[in-house]
């Protein structure tokens, strides 16, 4: 399997959401697939809601991906391509939220619709291999549902990677899913021959795609050349920088050895003075200790 075609959700929900009956019935068909209610009872009958699901100002980031409802369910979309438990937790609140948006006064709580949430998923979000899990709150030491009112539903796309191609025909939901992932073209025309609702669905992918690609597009050749320019003015500089810099330590080093023997030739110079005054030692004996030349000698001697 390749990479998710379809990685930018901004994509995907602007196609999802679009009002087209064959786009609006492909996610119930989905819905179906996922959770057995008979499509005909979601055919031409989903409602796209608003995604903000919070009234609180207080609450950050509170857009869903994709709700819609019937007249007793409602269905939000999450579209994931990284785990975290901080977008577990999001997830979870957004399920919670759906629950409580619905209730304005007390007498409500009897009416709420329950909240069905489907995370499609670029990754196995449980590590045991399969391509949907379902989830609901259980008394955990009977394994009995506690209630229905909140059902997850999480889809592992990276299922694509281990089977072949043949067993995704075999199953609707692989079959309805395949086309965010799979990039052979021939196998995909293949797939869908004949599914009007699929043609108008990957169309409206396609055409989304293209825009995104079209924003991004670049001349490949004047791109390489800024690069190669770039490249060729930043090595010019960093040539200049290197020689200044070697420039700079070499006459630091040449000026520091200069200085030393300055220095030493002084000392010695110093010390001379001192002998000479002392009279003790021959012009050839001072030479010798302090390594300057009796001519030298001779001419401190003058100016003694």
Request: proline share 1%.
């Amino acid at each position: 399997m390749q990479q998710i075609k379809y990685l930018n959700d901004k994509v995907i929900k602007k196609a999802l959401t679009k009002e087209n009956k064959d786009i609006r019935n492909y996610m119930a068909r989905i819905i179906s697939d996922i959770t057995h209610i008979p499509y005909e009872d979601l055919e031409d009958n989903l409602e796209l809601v608003y995604p903000e699901v919070g009234y609180n100002s207080n609450l950050v980031n509170s857009e869903v991906d994709l709700i819609f409802k019937n007249e007793v369910l409602y269905f939000n979309f999450e579209i994931n391509y990284g785990s975290s438990t901080i977008l577990k937790i999001k997830n979870l609140s957004y399920l919670f939220q759906l629950s409580l948006r619905q209730v304005k006064k007390w007498s409500d709580y009897a009416f709420i619709h329950p909240v069905i949430q489907i995370n499609i998923n670029s990754y196995d979000p449980y590590g045991y291999g399969d391509f949907l899990y379902e989830s609901q709150m259980m008394v955990k030491k009977y394994q009995i549902v506690h209630n229905e009112q909140l059902t997850i539903y999480d889809i592992n796309l990276a299922y694509f990677k281990k089977i072949d191609y043949n067993e995704i025909k075999k199953e609707s939901l692989l079959k309805d899913l395949a086309f965010l992932v799979i990039e052979d073209e021939r196998f995909l025309n293949k797939l869908y021959e004949g599914d009007k609702i699929m043609d108008s669905v990957q169309r409206e992918m396609k055409g989304l795609m293209e825009e995104v690609d079209g924003i991004l597009y670049y001349d490949e050749v004047k791109l390489q050349k800024a690069i190669e320019k770039e490249m060729a003015e930043k090595g010019l500089q960093e040539g200049l920088e290197k020689g200044l810099q070697e420039g700079m330590q070499k006459g630091m080093q040449k000026g520091l050895e200069k200085g030393i023997e300055q220095g030493m030739k002084q000392a010695n110079r110093d010390t001379a003075i001192s002998l000479l005054k002392m009279g003790i030692l021959t012009l050839e004996q001072i030479a010798e200790a302090t390594t300057l030349s009796i001519q030298e000698l001779k001419e401190i001697q003058k100016k003694m």
